[in-house]
């Protein structure tokens, strides 16, 4: 059985433009609209929300490790 997708209303930063088509902006760490996906075939689609999940851990693991590099060249200033 297949059940509809709900999806939430939008945020005003999503009206006033937001990600737009080139993406989020860099080091925005705001919460991302939950992809859309027919859950037919539950373990096709429970591996698609692991590589969705799997991407924004990296991307977030990318911008704090890029934050701490200009963290540290702030401390031997």
């Not at 919460?31 to 969705?52: S, T």
């Not at 999940?53 to 911008?63: F, K, L, P, S």
């Not at 590099?69 to 200033?77: D, F, M």
């Amino acid at each position: 059985m297949v059940q509809p997708e709900m999806q939430p209303d939008r945020s005003p930063r999503d009206r006033r433009g937001g990600e737009g088509a080139a993406g989020p902006r860099p080091g925005d760490l705001t919460g991302r609209a939950f992809p859309l996906g027919d859950w037919g075939e539950p373990a096709v689609r429970l591996h698609e929300l692991y590589r969705w999940v799997e991407r924004g851990a990296m991307d977030t693991a990318a911008w704090y490790l890029a934050d701490r590099v200009w963290k540290r060249r702030g401390a031997w200033a």
